[in-house]
């Protein structure tokens, strides 16, 4: 069992920057793949990207690829989402989530097991 807590969450203007993170408690992270989905109003739940176990390979969305970065780090039990150059189109809640030893399917939501409350990200135009 794990549990996650996103912070960092907010409103930004256009361009701008925010990092979110999510703080795990409970078994070990170091043994999770970690993702970060987000829902916008009225929409289905995306994927934005993931951090492997073990080798922590990253997988993005191509909307988000070169914009933003996922992060870990396995001693604080914590991953990290930094956003560079947001757009109106990134509002949305953001969700952190954890599946245990998984190396397959990263983008797909059922794969995971556990999930944050979301955080909010706001961007004005």
């Known amino acids: 069992q794990v549990q996650l807590v996103e912070s960092g969450g907010g409103l930004v203007q256009a361009g701008g920057s925010l990092r979110l993170s999510c703080a795990a408690s409970?078994?070990?992270?170091?043994?999770?793949?970690m993702g970060w989905f987000r829902q916008a109003p009225g929409e289905e739940r995306d994927f934005v990207a993931a951090?492997?176990?073990?080798?922590?390979?990253?997988f993005y969305a191509e909307s988000v690829k070169g914009r933003f970065t996922i992060s870990r780090d396995n001693a604080k039990n914590t991953v990290s989402l930094q956003m560079h150059s947001l757009r109106p189109e990134d509002t949305a809640v953001y969700y952190c989530a954890a599946a245990y030893r998984m190396n397959t399917y990263y983008s797909k939501s059922e794969q995971y097991a556990y999930w944050g409350q979301g955080a909010q990200v706001t961007v004005s135009s």
């Open positions: 409970g078994r070990t992270s170091s043994s999770y793949t």
């Open positions: 951090i492997t176990w073990g080798s922590s390979n990253t």
